[in-house]
């Protein structure tokens, strides 16, 4: 069983995001990063499926240098080896899914395993692009995988209950939120990492255009809360309701 | 939160290192510090409780042997890099990183000598645990000796008068060790094997001792009850009684004839140790200052607007990294030097711990009142702080321990 996941650099959850006073992006300085925590989930899983019956653990990441940190992380985490597909600028979805895709094509693993989404952009997007364009079937947020001969059965959690969807493999999966809970890299685990490769190769390389189709334009914070009010009467309050909240 | 290292030849395992273990601290063990710190001490080494979490979860991911060289089953990490694990620890918890310590000491004590079947019986079972059923701890301290058995060098140390409370006799082929140790014997109540220090030549006074390993199962040792204390109410500590209890020789670390220069290796280690682990715990209480103080407004602005808050958070932050790079140099230059210069490790350990309870001390004077209740981590952490100045030998032993030093060591040479 060989599984491909994947190991996107975002910023650390638990920081407060500021957004650029000319509304560009992200302030970046004083960020701290780490692994897209959905990737985190897709990658114990991974490991779990290896450590069960067999197999190879291959962790993907895109961006700059520093994105190589992420997959080390992966590598920690007990994965065999990395592949680092440097891009400098913030790629969309669309182009994504196309180097995954020509990744894939090299590698030919049995399963993709990613997170269901990034959570800094949180677009959710990138498995089911990729499942099309392989032609593959594809299991989105997963919150069980059972694999056999040549199936994966993925539970998924849907409102009001559970869906069950069997896949041909090679496949694509995508983690939710409760498929599991990723382990800590042991130290011994870390020492080795650095021992492991990290294959490196550019868009080009893969022949892949990264020319962006989606653009982000504009970021905004969202506006202040005000404070409240305590309001007279009835009458007023639905005046406040309409004119000020405009609401009613 | 990350922190800059002014470290410029840190290597990316170092980061990688501190990164992994500020998680593991962050998630695991600054959560179950907290509930710990406010269970009894009974329930804390109750068999359900969250302490052993920890313990199983820090064992599986091999922080119990950061200390033991890869050679004997430990990890192969540079001495700058334990100090930037500890550092990491301590900052999610300085008592449940001191339990972790001293949990290696058996198998730590042993790797200095590295006899055949000290490794065998006592380093590689240790290494190779992984759900924490092996347990070390340091039997050093006695109720009537804390700190003076730890004066290294200074005439007290030699003094036949002083009578210790722990002593062994040949008989035979076997020590047999009576007398007790007190009841600040860290994880002392939860221990399988203790790196002891005790007597065995009153007339040498206490440096007429030995370090051997003592299994805890063995018949004649007893246990006192966890002690319930002010700060790392997190970290069990309590009393060791040995009552005719017989080791063969082969668990000897070291013999009279060696160990005040073993001991000597020994403090260099721990005390550097509280040193870096008091860097976390400082950086801890300057972050939540910090975070606090940005958010807080009193007289119409917030309280990081004010001079005199900027003035204190800069202080504070400055002891920080000073206790940081200080005691890290201080370990690494002692871990790497047959003879450790030890008056520099006692540096580490009296101005990092004095640090850390002051800039706590001062985090609580900008939280105001919400910094004496319990409903802010700064609370706990201030506690914690205080009973560093005592822990590991008091500030004011090892500063006079340290001071007779000096006098007699000025200036030493370059190595």
């Known amino acids: 069983m060989k599984i491909l996941v994947t190991a996107k650099r975002v910023t650390d959850p638990d920081m407060k995001i500021k957004v650029k006073e000319d509304g560009t992006g992200v302030e970046m300085s004083s960020m701290s990063f780490k692994v897209n925590p959905f990737d985190e989930i897709a990658i114990e899983e991974a490991l779990r499926i290896c450590e069960d019956k067999g197999g190879e653990v291959v962790v993907v990441g895109i961006g700059s240098d520093k994105a190589q940190t992420e997959i080390r992380y992966g590598l920690s985490m007990g994965a065999d080896r990395g592949i680092h597909v440097s891009a400098g600028s913030e790629l969309d979805s669309d182009a994504v899914a196309r180097i995954l895709k020509k990744v894939v094509e090299t590698e030919s693993p049995d399963l993709v395993l990613l997170g269901k989404q990034a959570i800094d952009v949180d677009d959710n997007q990138v498995s089911q692009l990729l499942a099309e364009y392989l032609g593959w079937g594809q299991a989105c947020f997963a919150s069980k995988i059972e694999i056999t001969e040549n199936t994966a059965r993925v539970e998924r959690e849907v409102d009001g209950g559970i869906e069950v969807v069997e896949i041909d493999l090679p496949g694509v999966v995508s983690a939710d939120l409760r498929l599991n809970e990723p382990r800590y890299p042991a130290l011994p685990a870390i020492m080795k990492a650095k021992k492991k490769e990290i294959k490196k190769m550019t868009p080009a390389d893969l022949g892949v255009d990264t020319t962006p189709r989606v653009v982000i334009t504009q970021l905004a914070e969202p506006p202040q809360r005000k404070g409240g009010r305590i309001v007279e009467d009835v009458a007023e309050l639905i005046k406040a309701l309409k004119e000020e909240a405009k609401v009613i | ?415």
């Open chain 2, 1 to 415: 939160m990350n922190y800059l290292d002014l470290d410029l030849e840190l290597t990316e395992d170092d980061i990688e290192l501190k990164s992994a273990a500020h998680r593991f601290a962050k998630e695991v063990m600054r959560p179950i510090a907290k509930e710990l710190d406010e269970m009894t001490p009974e329930q804390v080494i109750a068999k359900d409780s969250p302490f052993w979490t920890f313990m199983k979860k820090a064992y599986e991911l091999g922080y119990h042997t950061i200390l033991i060289p890869e050679s004997y089953g430990g990890m192969d990490l540079t001495s700058k890099q334990q100090a930037i694990i500890y550092e990491e620890l301590a900052w999610g918890s300085f008592g449940l990183t001191v339990a972790l310590g001293v949990a290696s000491f058996p198998a730590f004590g042993a790797s200095l000598v590295a006899e055949e079947e000290l490794i065998d019986k006592f380093i590689t079972p240790y290494c190779e645990c992984k759900d924490a059923s092996i347990i070390g701890c340091w039997g050093i301290t006695e109720p009537d000796h804390g700190s003076d058995t730890l004066m290294c060098g200074h005439p007290i140390f030699r003094d036949p008068d002083i009578k210790a409370q722990c002593r062994a006799k040949l008989d035979g082929d076997e020590w047999v060790i009576s007398g007790q140790k007190s009841a600040w014997v860290s994880c002392g109540t939860v221990a399988t094997h203790c790196a002891l220090f005790c007597q065995t030549d009153p007339s040498m006074g206490h440096a007429g001792g030995m370090i051997c390993i003592v299994p805890l199962d063995l018949p004649g040792v007893t246990k006192g009850k966890p002690l319930d204390k002010l700060g790392q109410r997190d970290l069990n500590q309590g009393e060791i009684f040995f009552d005719n209890v017989r080791i063969p020789q082969s668990h000897v670390i070291a013999g009279s004839e060696a160990y005040e220069v073993l001991l000597e290796i020994v403090l260099s280690t721990t005390t550097a140790f509280m040193g870096f682990a008091s860097a976390g715990l400082a950086r801890a209480a300057f972050e939540e200052a910090l975070e606090y103080a940005k958010n807080r407004v009193q007289g119409g602005k917030r309280l990081v607007e004010y001079t005199n808050i900027q003035m204190k958070l800069f202080h504070m932050f400055s002891k920080v990294e000073l206790t940081r790079y200080y005691s890290r140099m201080a370990y690494m230059f002692n871990q790497n030097t047959s003879t450790p210069a030890e008056e520099y490790s006692l540096i580490a350990k009296v101005f990092g711990t004095n640090s850390a309870y002051e800039i706590a001390h001062d985090a609580i004077q900008i939280f105001g009142g919400n910094g004496l209740t319990k409903e802010y981590l700064i609370e706990k952490l201030y506690r914690d702080a205080r009973a560093t100045l005592i822990e590991d030998g008091s500030n004011d032993t090892l500063a006079i321990a340290g001071g007779h030093k000096l006098i007699h060591t000025y200036p030493r040479l370059d190595m």
